[in-house]
């Protein structure tokens, strides 16, 4: 199994309400899992089962695998600009912003706004958590699939 494999089962688990994900290929095993678990790869062949996204992806056999798990692991709880075009922390300048470093939010939350082609676009918190980092500033050009907050699941 390589990278983009990973990958690709990693963004399918994001994507949908499953909570854990395990994935038999030959010798190799991959359980992907949404509640703060491990992506763990294995020798023996293990059966296929569903339920869960990645919270942390940890290789626990081969030393490449600790290369193809890295990567996805620091990108998993990072909240990506969907489109290119203009960060606003808050509704007006004279509002508070809508997070800080340090709050709760839920899913369906507004966390920010961008603004592409004079439309503001509310950009909403994917789950429930805890915004641990703002990686922009107010009113800073985006582009697309950049990041902008690091956000700790609960």
Do not use: W
Not at 32 to 37: K, N, W
Not at 96 to 107: A, N, T
């Amino acid at each position: 199994m390589d990278i983009s494999e990973i990958r690709k089962l990693i963004k399918l688990v994001q994507g949908s309400d499953i909570t854990e994900l395990e994935v038999a290929e030959g010798d190799t095993a991959i359980r992907i899992s949404r509640q703060g678990a491990v992506a763990t790869y294995t020798a023996a062949p293990q059966m296929m089962a569903a339920p869960a996204p990645v919270a942390h992806a940890v290789p626990a056999a081969a030393p490449a695998a600790a290369a193809v798990s890295a990567e996805p692991a620091a990108l998993i709880n990072v909240v990506k600009s969907p489109m290119v075009g203009t960060f606003y922390a808050s509704s007006s300048p004279d509002s508070d912003p809508f997070v800080s470093e340090g709050s709760k939010v839920k899913k369906g939350d507004v966390i920010c706004i961008v603004e592409a082609m004079k439309l503001m676009n509310e950009i909403e918190a994917e789950y429930d958590g805890v915004v641990e980092k703002i990686l922009v500033t107010n009113s800073q050009p985006l582009e697309y699939g950049q990041p902008i907050f690091v956000i700790t699941p609960a």
